[in-house]
């Protein structure tokens, strides 16, 4: 078959997706939209894998699950051809769950100049400026290095690997990770008290549970505004959740001893979404809350290595020597989320109840055994420290850049807060326009923001519109024409 006929397969997955339902998503899109058409030939694996320079396992894979739902069909001898789809899939646009939406236009052919189509998110709408939240720059990971100590550990004579490991987490990442996390971010704690698992949420189901088992702390007092992924957890889990309202310094403690709640989450080194930085004296106000009421204080440490004016500062459990505060990290911002690593610090109280609970479930670790021995061989050569410096220098002039260009094409009718740490900052527009008509227009313009809306429990009815603008993943060069195109969206709107 020759290849320069076949289409362009459009690449609708994510960092995170594998090749071969890289190869399998593209490839349904066009049977979908009708590109493929009914009886059309498939390249061979062979040919489609040495175009696409690839070996041919992600191309069998992805042959096989379209063959699996029905897509396509192996005839002996012949090949892979595209089977008739049901009229009412084809012609009335219904979608099966994970579908993509139809491609548009002509169909691109195959040929060694082409390029990948722009990047689209979920909803199928292009942006041109995307400000996502929490997008990393990529630009200066170190991927040589890290190929090579994945490939010293990927081998025959490390197949031990490829089996479960520690269900807490690998014992060596795990004595790296209190290292790191003494010398730099002023946690005191052991490898014992130290929890790594695959994602966060899995993490504060653990913690539930055990919290759960050791009786009366059923009430858990949350930030509002503030990250929901906790509280809703913890809420799935059958614990009364209670949101505090914040002032400059934080979580109010006032409203806190109010509440009856004996657990509470904060992120006190870059709050989310609001960016403020919580001052030492409220952070001992909360240890001796904690203190008073045997209680527990969950500290989320979202941010704390990315803060650009002064030095990091330093955790709250660490603050002084206390056994109430449960410590959240993670290497998804500093490093990569596709690694999928997150950690937890348990206070040595809880440790106990920690392996009792896993003894009665008996649940095997969750993250990668070489992704876990890779990082801590990055971290014991002094990689991650380096990573960080640059990664923090580079989103500082992100940063900055961000905020000047609000500031020059804006002028008096934005202001920017919490932009010392992390990866966005909130834009405030003066305006008499609903957030949800801003909204529109910047998606119209191909610009994507977020709002802080979502974010409040309560919301104050006074508040102007404010919007979260993330600089971690949109090109320097692209932040200035991305700013005065948002400008130039809502200039009748201010």
């Known amino acids: 078959m020759d290849m320069n006929s076949f289409p362009s397969p459009v690449y609708?997955?994510?960092?995170?997706?594998?090749?071969y339902q890289e190869i399998y998503e593209a490839l349904k899109q066009q049977i979908i939209a009708g590109v493929l058409r009914e009886d059309s030939r498939l390249p061979s694996i062979r040919k489609y894998a040495e175009y696409l320079n690839m070996s041919t396992t992600p191309v069998e894979f992805a042959y096989q699950q379209l063959v699996a739902e029905g897509f396509i069909e192996s005839r002996p001898r012949r090949g892979y051809f595209v089977v008739k789809l049901p009229e009412t899939y084809q012609k009335l646009?219904?979608?099966?769950k994970g579908d993509v939406p139809p491609a548009s236009g002509n169909p691109l052919p195959l040929s060694a100049g082409d390029t990948p189509p722009e990047s689209h998110p979920p909803d199928g709408n292009p942006y041109q400026f995307d400000f996502h939240l929490s997008k990393n720059d990529f630009s200066l990971f170190p991927f040589s290095i890290w190929r090579r100590i994945n490939n010293q550990l990927f081998r025959p004579d490390t197949r031990d690997l490829l089996f479960y490991g520690d269900f807490q987490g690998e014992p060596e990442l795990r004595l790296?990770?209190?290292?790191?996390?003494?010398?730099?971010?002023?946690?005191r704690c052991t490898p014992d008290q130290i929890v790594v698992a695959a994602e966060q949420h899995m993490l504060i189901q653990f913690l539930g549970q055990i919290l759960k088992e050791s009786g009366g702390l059923r009430r858990v007092a949350t930030e509002d505004p503030g990250y929901p992924l906790v509280p809703n957890t913890l809420r799935s889990l059958g614990f009364d959740v209670s949101p505090i309202p914040l002032d400059a310094s934080g979580?109010?403690?006032d409203l806190l001893r109010q509440s009856g709640a004996r657990l509470v989450y904060i992120s006190p080194s870059h709050q989310f979404p609001t960016g403020c930085v919580m001052p030492v004296k409220r952070r001992l106000e909360l240890l001796e809350w904690a203190?008073?009421?045997?209680?527990?204080?969950?500290?989320?440490?979202?941010?704390g290595e990315f803060r650009y004016a002064g030095k990091p500062i330093?955790?709250?459990?660490?603050?002084?020597?206390?056994?109430?505060?449960?410590?959240?990290?993670?290497?998804?911002?500093?490093?990569?989320?596709?690694?999928?690593?997150?950690?937890?610090v348990l206070p040595e109280p809880l440790v106990p109840g920690f392996h009792s609970w896993r003894c009665n479930v008996l649940f095997e670790a969750s993250c990668s055994r070489i992704h876990q021995r890779t990082l801590q061989i990055f971290i014991q050569e002094g990689h991650f420290e380096r990573h960080i410096r640059r990664m923090r220098s580079l989103y500082r002039k992100k940063n900055l850049q961000l905020s000047s260009a609000i500031t020059r094409h804006f002028g008096s009718?934005?202001?920017?807060?919490?932009?010392?740490?992390?990866?966005h900052l909130i834009l405030e527009l003066s305006s008499p326009e609903q957030e949800t008509g801003l909204l529109r227009k910047a998606k119209q313009a191909g610009i994507r923001i977020a709002s802080e809306a979502p974010f409040w429990n309560q919301r104050p009815e006074q508040l102007p519109p404010r919007f979260l603008l993330g600089f971690g993943g949109i090109p320097s060069d692209r932040i200035d024409d991305?700013?005065?195109?948002?400008?130039?969206?809502?200039s009748g709107s201010e």
């Open 12 to 19: 609708c997955g994510t960092a995170s997706t594998p090749r």
């Open 93 to 96: 646009g219904i979608r099966l």
């Open 176 to 187: 790296e990770i209190a290292r790191y996390l003494r010398q730099f971010r002023g946690v």
């Open 251 to 253: 979580l109010r403690t």
């Open 291 to 303: 203190k008073e009421t045997d209680s527990f204080l969950i500290e989320d440490d979202y941010g």
């Open 314 to 344: 330093p955790s709250l459990q660490g603050l002084v020597p206390n056994q109430h505060v449960v410590y959240l990290g993670g290497f998804s911002q500093v490093l990569a989320p596709d690694f999928c690593i997150h950690y937890m």
């Open 413 to 423: 009718k934005a202001a920017i807060s919490g932009s010392s740490a992390g990866l």
């Open 482 to 490: 991305g700013i005065l195109a948002l400008h130039q969206a809502w």
